[in-house]
């Protein structure tokens, strides 16, 4: 009966209000009117907690993880708020890894549903809404707080934070956030806030006068995390990250082996623990617990969707890169493992540049083309045909199903089958996969 009622609150909340995974543009509030008022009838919640914000076109998931785990494993009360969910709405509120529970959110809906129709939020509004009134009520430590899209006029972006994060700035959402980098980094750039110290997590020399200029003008100390931990990769395995951590110069861990996955991860786990370095004057973080983390942070915070193993035999990898930096950074990822050894099962929403995109994959790969389960999803015979124009040697089906079950199957082969385009497809295979049964799934997310 409990669970009945909160999938009703949740076929609701998809229902009632616009939801960006199925709207797109439409969705996009451009103001903060919205969440101020939503916050204000709730007391100002956001103003009970203290937060990290972090904003950026890749990577900002992760290092939310990477820093959420670090302060867990040093026994403080963790919230995080990430974007978008896989398995579970739940999965964008956890504290200390756990999700928050499904009475919490069936009240929360009941307690502001007679503000929906004055107030008219939006589905992101509400869940970031939900998210700090929970913090508020848990009186967490910390709240690691991700944004959803862009910075400036992100629903997020009515926090006092006691640091700011940019991870960094590549083509994504260029309908809305503008069609150059320095166009997209100054929509980024407004999560700096007055006197409130800013880390950049990748120097690019066509965005870091902008971030440094927005600084100037907030005084606002701006540090580049390159130049304060530097990480490398010591072992040529690329599905084990044995790693070499200095900072400032210092060597801190010689030899650490994290539990993700992929070498983008160094730039995350470099600006994640720049932030660390900033806070351990103010927070009691040791050496030990920073290495615990890094090494557990999967079972710290239930980290899912980025490089992901969801089986070994076959060898089957979700991965929701869903841009070109996202993808071109996995491609270089899979290049040492030979691309005529994968094949990528691909699917995206329709308003990315899909004959760009598709230049980045490699031609000697082979491919399955076919498409989420959401509303703006790029139909996979469209898809299809763009990649036979393409000349890519693919084969489509319009099932995810279809497609996992097929794979599934050949325990034999020594492919490696690598999903990703949008994070919504990696969500499909995530929640249809075959290890997982109905119960494994509601035991997962619990």
Not at 17 to 35: E, H, R
Not at 106 to 120: A, G, L, Q, R, T
Not at 395 to 423: A, H, Q, R
């Amino acid at each position: 009966m409990f669970n009945k009622t909160y999938n009703s609150t949740i076929e609701f909340l998809y229902a009632q209000l616009p939801m960006f995974q199925n709207i797109g543009k439409k969705a996009y509030k451009k103001d903060l009117g919205n969440i101020k008022k939503l916050c204000e009838l709730l007391g100002n919640p956001h103003k009970k907690f203290k937060s990290i914000h972090i904003a950026g076109t890749n990577g900002k998931g992760s290092t939310a993880n990477i820093i959420s785990a670090i302060f867990q494993a040093s026994n403080y009360k963790v919230g995080l708020y990430t974007s978008p969910h896989y398995v579970d709405f739940r999965e964008r509120i956890r504290i200390n890894g756990a999700l928050i529970p499904e009475k919490e959110v069936i009240e929360f809906v009941e307690k502001i549903k007679p503000y929906i129709e004055e107030i008219k939020p939006s589905f992101f509004e509400i869940t970031v809404a939900l998210a700090f009134d929970y913090f508020a009520k848990q009186n967490v430590d910390i709240a690691i707080i991700e944004t959803g899209l862009g910075g400036r006029l992100d629903s997020t972006n009515i926090l006092k934070p006691i640091l700011s994060i940019i991870t960094n700035i590549s083509f994504d959402h260029t309908d809305i956030l503008g069609e150059t980098l320095e166009e997209i980094a100054t929509e980024k750039a407004g999560i700096i806030k007055k006197d409130i110290p800013v880390i950049i997590g990748q120097k690019q020399e066509e965005t870091q006068k902008v971030f440094i200029k927005k600084a100037k003008e907030s005084n606002a100390k701006i540090y580049f995390s390159e130049n304060i931990v530097s990480v490398k990769k010591n072992n040529d395995n690329q599905l084990v990250n044995q790693l070499s951590i200095s900072v400032k110069g210092e060597n801190l861990f010689p030899n650490l082996q994290t539990d993700l996955i992929g070498k983008y991860q160094l730039k995350n786990i470099s600006t994640a623990l720049s932030a660390i370095i900033l806070l351990k004057k103010e927070w009691k973080i040791d050496d030990s617990a920073i290495k615990n983390a890094l090494e557990n942070i999967k079972n710290y915070t239930n980290f899912i969707g980025r490089f992901q193993i969801l089986q070994k035999k076959p060898l089957i990898i979700v991965d929701a890169a869903h841009n070109e930096n996202g993808i071109k950074e996995l491609i270089d990822f899979l290049e040492p493992l030979g691309f005529e050894n994968v094949q990528f099962i691909v699917g995206f929403v329709r308003e990315k540049n899909i004959k760009k995109i598709l230049d980045i994959f490699p031609k000697n790969a082979s491919y399955i083309a076919t498409e989420p389960k959401v509303i703006r999803k790029l139909p996979y015979n469209q898809l299809s045909k763009d990649m036979k124009e393409l000349n890519f040697n693919h084969i489509s089906f319009n099932s995810i199903k279809f497609v996992l079950n097929l794979l599934t199957k050949d325990i034999k082969t020594s492919k490696i089958f690598c999903i990703t385009g949008s994070s919504f497809l990696v969500a499909d295979a995530i929640k249809l996969h075959s290890g997982f049964t109905d119960k494994k799934v509601e035991e997962y997310v619990s």
